[in-house]
């Protein structure tokens, strides 16, 4: 239990890396930028992939009608994540630490991880909704006003995963550094289930077999 206890206290700190490296990250690739146009997204906002990309983005959506790209201060998400991220670091440490002094079970380390997933996905979940009404939600006075083949106004949200075609733009929109930590650390401590369960059944096979034994 005291291995499987210790791996469950490391593999909450990789979510750590969320405040430093960012969670997401999408390019903009066109003929007219032989250096594709990226934005970072950070746990607590949004910064260039190089100087000037948010400032060169916000020009080129301006022309179609979308807002200008969110300032911390202007998404709730922004000062919300970190302390949910923060939370469950400290969570996950303490729940490791209680299971090397045995005060806890290894189920406590699977309850852990189904809860990262939970609040992973419902994060997934909130960011592809602001992805969408970012990319529709456009402004009916915009300087370019396109139209699908059906007559319908042309929208511009950017794949949540993958890659797309906006325009004459190639969108990618990928896992970053922060997102492949918080994948390292979330496998760690289902790694410290599976470990704490053999442990547990080994535990109790050896203690059956004394007592048949005596």
Not at 13 to 37: C, H, V
Not at 116 to 123: C, T
Not at 136 to 146: E, G, H, Q, S, V
């Amino acid at each position: 239990m005291k291995k499987a206890s210790i791996i469950m206290i490391i593999g909450p700190l990789f979510l750590l890396g969320l405040f430093s490296f960012p969670l997401w990250n999408i390019m903009l690739g066109a003929p007219q930028y032989p250096e594709p146009l990226g934005m970072n997204i950070h746990i607590d906002g949004l910064s260039d992939m190089n100087e000037f990309d948010l400032q060169n983005i916000d020009g080129l959506n301006h022309y179609i009608g979308m807002r200008t790209l969110p300032k911390p201060d202007e998404m709730w998400e922004f000062s919300t994540f970190p302390i949910v991220v923060g939370t469950m670091v400290a969570l996950g440490v303490l729940i490791g630490i209680l299971g090397y002094f045995r005060k806890v079970s290894y189920k406590w380390f699977l309850g852990w991880f189904i809860l990262m997933s939970i609040l992973g996905v419902l994060g997934m979940y909130d960011f592809n909704a602001w992805m969408v009404d970012y990319g529709t939600n456009l402004d009916p006075n915009a300087i370019m006003k396109l139209s699908n083949l059906d007559g319908t106004p042309m929208t511009y949200s950017p794949p949540l995963f993958g890659k797309a075609d906006m325009l004459n733009f190639k969108v990618t929109s990928l896992p970053s550094t922060g997102a492949w930590l918080m994948f390292v650390g979330m496998m760690l401590t289902l790694v410290a289930f599976i470990l704490g369960r053999k442990n547990r059944k080994f535990a109790v096979m050896k203690e059956s077999s004394k007592l048949i034994t005596s």
